[in-house]
């Protein structure tokens, strides 16, 4: 079975942009959660849909957004960038709504110049 | 707030000696999970523990849970060269997972 997919894999945006990033959680899994990892630090949560919906939200300001699709994929959504915003962005499934054991992609890499 | 320390941040150790990774974290959650994260790649799982005195062991490395305590332990044994990597300890909320800061581990041969 295939893992947590996470495109693209590298991506150099420009101060001001938008940028997009797509999850494809493992085949069973309803739940995808976002986290945001800088340079380092420990990752932090970003989202969490379940079903469509949201169910967390981390503390981050209103440039992000998030939704998840009826085949239980999902984007992230990046506005505005700034250089802050370059991090590695893990996306992780899990079978339902609560916390037990998530599985984590391989991850986007975003650079903001 | 959710808050999840770790010590050492950085520890560099000669092979074939023991060490232990402290995990302290700052609500009465019962899940506290272990990960392995190498250079410019993602996070593998190592541990979920799950319950009060849970513990697991893989290899060279053995998790404990003493959530009374709010504390977790990862301890290295007999520490080998391909273990060189970056330890992260995580608590379970509801929703989300709260990371700290991790660990930095280099083993020298």
């Known amino acids: 079975d295939a893992g947590v997919t996470q495109s693209p894999t590298h991506l150099i945006k420009t101060r001001g942009q938008q940028v997009t990033l797509r999850c494809s959680p493992i085949?069973?899994?309803?739940?995808v959660s976002w986290y945001q990892q800088v340079l380092g630090q420990g990752p932090q949560f970003i989202f969490q849909y379940y079903e469509k919906e949201e169910r967390g939200r981390g503390n981050f300001p209103d440039r992000f957004s998030a939704r998840q699709f009826p085949n239980y994929s999902s984007e992230l959504n990046v506005n505005a960038l700034l250089l802050g915003d370059s991090a590695l962005y893990l996306c992780?499934?899990?079978?339902?709504?609560?916390?037990?054991?998530?599985?984590f992609g391989p991850g986007t890499r975003l650079t903001v110049l | 707030e959710l808050k999840v320390e770790q010590n050492p941040l950085f520890l560099s150790m000669q092979e074939g000696k023991n060490y232990t990774i402290y995990c302290n974290y700052s609500t009465t959650s019962d899940r506290l999970y272990w990960y392995r994260q190498d250079p410019g790649k993602s996070l593998e799982s190592l541990f979920v523990?799950?319950?009060?005195?849970a513990v697991k062991q893989e290899g060279r490395l053995m998790a404990s849970l003493d959530t009374k305590a709010r504390l977790s332990t990862l301890h290295i044994t007999a520490a080998v060269h391909d273990l060189s990597a970056t330890y992260f300890c995580a608590e379970g909320g509801a929703q989300k997972l709260v990371f700290g800061q991790g660990t930095r581990l280099t083993i020298n041969p």
């Open positions: 085949s069973g899994h309803k739940s």
């Open positions: 523990l799950l319950s009060n005195g």
């Open positions: 992780a499934s899990r079978i339902g709504d609560r916390l037990i054991e998530q599985f």
